[in-house]
């Protein structure tokens, strides 16, 4: 993964909303959530919650399955794992305690 990739993941992260979402995401595990009940949950408008969700799936921090009429939101960890892991690779490398291998 590029730097530039790298700075995208964490710049979506860094903006309050999408985190908020992301963390709700992770909470609600699998199969995820309704755009809709996103939207409820944290009172956004719909307008809103769109261009945040359309920011974390550019991201590829979420993914989105429609089933039916609904969209179902669930977080991509494996995105965030692979973030965290090259922090601490290549970011710590010569901080030894903090590199598991």
């Known amino acids: ?15 309050e909303t999408r ?5 709700l995401l992770v909470k609600v595990g699998m199969p995820g959530i309704s ?3 996103i939207g409820k949950r ?7 919650l769109a261009f945040h969700l359309k920011g974390l799936m550019a991201a590829e921090l979420i ?7 609904t ?6 960890l494996s995105t965030l794992t692979y973030v965290i892991h090259v922090l601490a ?4 490398i010569e901080q ?6």
Request: with cysteine; hydrophobic share 35%; proline share 2%.
């Open 89 to 92: 690779t290549e970011c710590c």
């Open 1 to 15: 993964m590029k730097t530039n990739e790298i700075a995208k993941i964490l710049a979506e992260l860094g903006n």
């Open 35 to 37: 755009i809709g009940e």
């Open 19 to 23: 985190l908020e979402i992301f963390r």
């Open 71 to 76: 969209v179902m939101c669930c977080a991509n």
């Open 96 to 101: 030894k305690e903090l590199v598991n291998d």
């Open 63 to 69: 993914t989105q399955e429609k089933s039916g009429r």
């Open 42 to 48: 944290m009172s956004l408008p719909a307008s809103t």
